[in-house]
């Protein structure tokens, strides 16, 4: 384990620790991809991309690092969490490659310490690191857990996949989008995580996968990607990718066909089964009956079940209890709208797929106005192609004016004003308080840091004088919203670090991209 410093071992066995309590699976998910810990005196510092991780791990495996820390250090730490975006962008880049693991021990000084990838490759070589003497083997036990694979011949194998491959060339032609042009961040980090384990290790953990979204974020590329993965990776194994209105319509007219039999027997023989948008199956018992017990067939026999929805499974109205369960019983992960960065990053892609030479000022000036999915950046692209094509500028010289004259109504979007209820409503989400708080007169660390951001919000997406939003926020001096204002212009403007304290502990976000995450959700409507 050369990447290991010699300044603080305890650390390294910290991580250790703790990958024998989750197991090595889990701790390559949740602790190796992008986590990063860094020891401060008697703080555990807990960085990750995103509000999504922090909170799964907080929530689910507080106990189990204040165990590992007790086993290492004699006694608990304090766990202070902090997103930083950028974690995820130096993983992209090649940086360290996992989990970074700091120490620094009661000296408050960030030294080299030891990444959780190589403390996972301790565990499993294919995790990325060399193979290792047995004394460095955490529990001796693999990362992932062995294939189960039917045993052929090489003929009988070659025959299987050619008939297979004929059968299902069709629906091969629907799989349009691949994971090699998805465009990962921290809004959709994880669910590409898991959709790439599937892909490869179908059947082994996460059964069933769920992903959810709002429209257009991306969760039918990333699902038919998986399919394209799995094809790739398991090219005699059987597989169905198709919506829930296809799979009530076959299962509807094997009904009238008398064919049930035949139905119930080409899904449940499936090494993998895809159902995009389940949520159709909403209201429709006789058909989520069936779907049940072709999931549960398939998950018998240590097949893989993913489904896409635009909603987490227990907010789709009409949906059997019992199907709910089996739903929520694997990983439901969520997949949200992209950050700056990533949507310069998919607005590249998107002008090279359409053979456009756009300027990182074009990129950056659509990338702040078309800031909720996907498809807007997209039907951007397109448009801008379009008036592009017709001043024969398609290999050079578009300007941000050219941008402008095609998406004129952006502007206007941007200076349209937001609802404060908007507003409030999401601050007091992301913050995890009421938003009856932000109208009392609580002067609790969180609330009042909660309190000045939405007055700044108010102020510049609303449009509201500094009286009226002293009134709307518990009848304030409109002096008090002035001071809170230019407290967090000037946070955002320096990019100072804001913390407050959360359910999960300590929190740490920069001003700019916190706020800038707030207004896109608050335009959205929250």
Not at 79 to 104: H, I, M, N, S, Y
Request: charged share 25%; hydrophobic share 40%.
């Amino acid at each position: 384990m050369g990447c290991i410093g010699a300044h603080d071992p305890n650390l390294v066995k910290l991580a250790k620790a703790i990958a024998e309590r989750v197991g090595p699976q889990r701790f390559h998910v949740w602790f190796d991809n992008s986590t990063r810990l860094d020891l401060r005196n008697d703080n555990l510092e807990i960085s990750v991309p995103n509000d999504f991780i922090g909170e799964w791990i907080g929530q689910r495996f507080t106990g189990t690092i204040q165990e590992a820390a007790i086993e290492v250090f004699g006694g608990p730490l304090r766990l202070k969490f902090q997103v930083q975006p950028e974690l995820f962008k130096g993983r992209a880049d090649g940086e360290g490659g996992g989990t970074g693991v700091k120490g620094g021990a009661k000296a408050g000084a960030r030294v080299s310490g030891v990444s959780a990838k190589s403390a996972l490759s301790a565990v499993d070589p294919r995790a990325g690191g060399s193979e290792l003497a047995p004394k460095e083997v955490v529990a001796g036990v693999s990362a992932f857990p062995p294939v189960k694979r039917a045993v052929v011949s090489p003929a009988k194998s070659a025959e299987q996949a050619a008939a297979f491959q004929s059968a299902t060339s069709g629906q091969r032609q629907r799989l349009r989008h691949d994971l090699a042009t998805y465009v990962v961040g921290p809004g959709n980090q994880l669910a590409s995580n898991a959709a790439v384990h599937v892909a490869r290790f179908p059947g082994t953990q996460y059964n069933p996968l769920f992903i959810h979204g709002g429209c257009g974020l991306g969760k039918t590329h990333l699902v038919q990607g998986l399919c394209n993965r799995f094809i790739a990776e398991h090219p005699t194994r059987r597989w169905a990718y198709m919506t829930g209105e296809e799979f009530t319509n076959d299962y509807v007219q094997a009904l009238r066909g008398g064919k049930v039999d035949g139905f119930r027997r080409r899904m449940r023989e499936l090494d993998l089964l895809v159902i995009d948008d389940v949520h159709f199956l909403s209201g429709k018992k006789a058909t989520q009956e069936e779907f049940l017990h072709t999931f549960n067939a398939i998950e018998a026999l240590g097949k893989q079940v993913v489904m896409a929805s635009d909603s987490h499974p227990k907010d789709i109205a009409e949906f059997g209890e019992s199907l709910v369960n089996r739903f929520v019983s694997g990983m439901v992960v969520r997949v949200d709208p992209p950050n700056f960065q990533t949507r310069c990053e998919i607005l590249r892609k998107l002008a090279a797929r359409q053979k456009l030479s756009l300027t990182e000022e074009v990129v950056a000036w659509v990338a702040r106005r078309v800031t909720q999915n996907v498809r807007e950046l997209e039907g951007a692209v397109t448009r801008i192609g379009a008036h592009a094509l017709m001043n024969d500028l398609t290999t050079g010289g578009i300007t941000v004016e050219l941008a402008q004259a095609a998406l004129g109504e952006l502007d206007r979007m941007m200076v349209a004003p937001v609802k404060p209820e908007n507003v409030l409503s999401v601050v007091a989400a992301h913050f995890g308080i009421d938003a009856k708080d932000l109208m009392s007169g609580r002067r609790h660390k969180t609330v009042s840091l909660a309190r000045s951001v939405a007055m700044y919000l108010v102020r510049k997406t609303a449009k509201l004088s500094y009286p009226e939003i002293g009134a709307r926020l518990g009848n304030r001096n409109h002096s008090t919203v002035i001071s809170a204002f230019r407290r967090i212009e000037a946070a955002v403007l320096k990019n100072e670090t804001l913390e407050w304290s959360g359910a999960l502990g300590e929190r740490r976000e920069e001003a700019a991209e916190l706020v800038q995450r707030l207004e896109e959700h608050a335009r959205a409507g929250g």
